[in-house]
């Protein structure tokens, strides 16, 4: 495939969509070919299972397993749909969220077993992974404050105990920790006109020669 599949990761509130929108605008100045797409509800069918998977329902919660498959189910629907197709026709895509959110958010967050995790997210994606994964990493207590203040208020997941993004947070550390040629660190907590030059450096480098 001639395109790039850029993923940026972290946990909530940690800046993932302005970041998107000013690298695609740099991208796009480039005269390189952006998608701006996110999981879940990168696709018709993803839009509804985001619906089901973000909204509060505090007489029939969701069951964790099934959490899990419905992840999988709108991964696989994206995959087959938009990633692959715009991977091949040559475009940069930017995509928030991906199969490390999986393994942070269910595998961590919610402590199912990683094996099912790994089996699903290979399924799902057909083996197709980021060529770069921009983690943007900010304290948990700072990026759920600023979901608060953006006037929109929380989603299933967002009300999550402060442990469970902890641990959340945790699961990205230890990835990063473990691929460390996919994943790469960027200080969240930074301004975000300084959040946008660091991972404009990132791309220069992993992308060396394309851009």
């Known amino acids: 495939m001639s395109g790039k599949l850029i993923v940026f990761e972290g946990v909530e509130g940690c800046g993932k969509t302005s970041q998107m929108q000013l690298c695609s605008e740099w991208l796009e100045s480039l005269g390189i070919s952006v998608v701006v797409t996110r999981e879940p509800g990168g696709t018709e069918l993803g839009l509804h299972l985001r619906r089901l998977l973000l909204e509060k329902a505090e007489d029939k919660p969701v069951a964790q397993v099934t959490e899990l498959l419905l992840y999988a189910a709108d991964r696989s629907q994206h995959v087959e749909q938009e990633l692959k197709p715009q991977l ?6 930017l995509c928030d969220r991906y199969t490390d959110s999986t393994i942070a958010y269910q595998g961590y967050g919610r402590g199912l077993n990683m094996s099912l995790i790994n089996q699903l997210n290979h399924i799902a994606t057909a083996g197709l ?3 770069l994964t921009i983690w943007l990493d900010v304290d948990v207590e700072v990026g ?10 929380l989603d299933r997941i967002e009300q ?6 902890r641990r959340v947070q945790q699961g990205y550390a230890e990835l990063a920790a473990s691929y460390p040629s996919r994943i790469v660190r960027v200080d969240g907590s930074l301004s975000k006109e300084a959040v946008q030059q660091v991972i404009q450096g990132i791309l220069r480098v ?3 020669g394309l851009l």
Do not use: M, P
Not at 88 to 93: F, P
Not at 160 to 165: G, L, N, P, Y
């Open 160 to 165: 999550e105990t402060i442990a469970f993004h």
């Open 88 to 93: 091949q026709a040559g475009k940069y895509i």
């Open 206 to 208: 992993h992308l060396k």
């Open 129 to 131: 992974e980021s060529d």
């Open 144 to 153: 759920l404050a600023r979901k608060r203040g953006d006037g929109i208020g």
